[in-house]
């Protein structure tokens, strides 16, 4: 275990609960009781070049479940950390958690959980993500938030314990122990079994073409070592997934708003895509293979989510690649035979694009946003933490009393048709 930030592994929930997350001192203000039927749905609301639209009122909205309209039962608005409600609905059946302005120390109503993914990310990507974050927290201000810092791979790492004093996030952001643990990044691992494999592909398929006696030898090797990769992949990315679950499940605890954040440069629900669609492409007799890449980690992917959206917890992801091209033509890329050139340009474009497609899947179900293709990781930063200072609240109850565990899919509209509305997409009707 490294000096300076605490390593954790699964099974460890009571100390942090205890050591990230904090006591939780809940405000003085009336205990709520919800009807377990009410759905709750946060949501953001800007124009189309992304400025919050603040001052709607609960007639701006209307909401659907499964294409059939709800009434509006209680609604709340929050800007810049100011609660309003609306009366005559808090009368009929106010929001949980609705918190009087107060002055003086105010108690900790929003989380931001910062969580840099280091099974996932290269290295040279970390240069321009810790700049990103000095500067946030440089013009942070210290007020009604609390702040965490994460490393998450195969285990968990606290870089910083949850704090309302930003300038403490800026200090270990700048320290040596920050850098030793972007510098542990485990991305190379996989990618290197990836080279590794790719050169073996190359050599039987020069030797198969030659007509080489060597052929069937080395075409034997390569099913099996496909079939590994692909189970290192998922043993790797099951307990990434199981160490997220574990953190929404702890944020969970919290009260307020809660928000996650998770840098990634993404990955593959489909463990061993690469490996095996390269299979499949240099030794066509193999096609199964590309069946099997795309299989899903649905198992392990679709708890993360349905947690998050249930007690909206929404993740907004980064992709910490910025504005990338097809990694083909990096210099580090080992090449290819000539013949099979095109075929892996295209397997290697499309398994970034499937590791986007995770980020983006994991925010638009739970109500965040993916920023990606763009160098200005502070832009998705900021929109991350202004989303938890600027969003309204409203709850319905269904008028769908059936808790059969199917997907009910919400949409919210509002009278200006030209507002862009962010909220979860819907939840699973489970009993409690």
Known sequence: MRRGFPQLALGTTAVLACRLLGQQTQPPSPTIKVDVRQVLVPLVVTDKEGHHLTGLTRADFKAFEDGVEQTITAFSAQSSGLATVDSAAARAEPLPGTIPDTSGPRPARRTYLIVIDTLHTAFPNFVHLR???KKLFREEQAGDSQYGVMAMARSLQIVQNTTQDPAAVLKA????DFQKVLQGSQQSQLKNELDRF????DEARAACDRRDMD???????LPPQANAIAEFDR????????QFRF???QLTHTTGRRTVVLISDGFSLSPGKAALEYLAAYFPENRSAALQANERMQDEFEPVVRLAAANNIPIYTIDSRGLYTNEYFDASNRGSTPRMGPAVQTIISDVALSEGDTLAEMANATGGTVYHKSNDLLTGLKRAFADGREYYTLAYVSTNANLDGKFRAIRIEVRDRKA????KRGYWAVGN
């Open 173 to 176: 952001i700048e320290s040596r």
């Open 198 to 201: 790719r050169q073996a592909l």
């Open 131 to 133: 700049e990103a974050l």
């Open 247 to 249: 953190l929404i499940e």
């Open 235 to 242: 043993n790797l990315t099951t307990a990434y997934l199981r």
């Open 420 to 423: 862009v509305v962010n909220a």
């Open 215 to 221: 052929c069937d030898p080395k075409r034997r090797f």
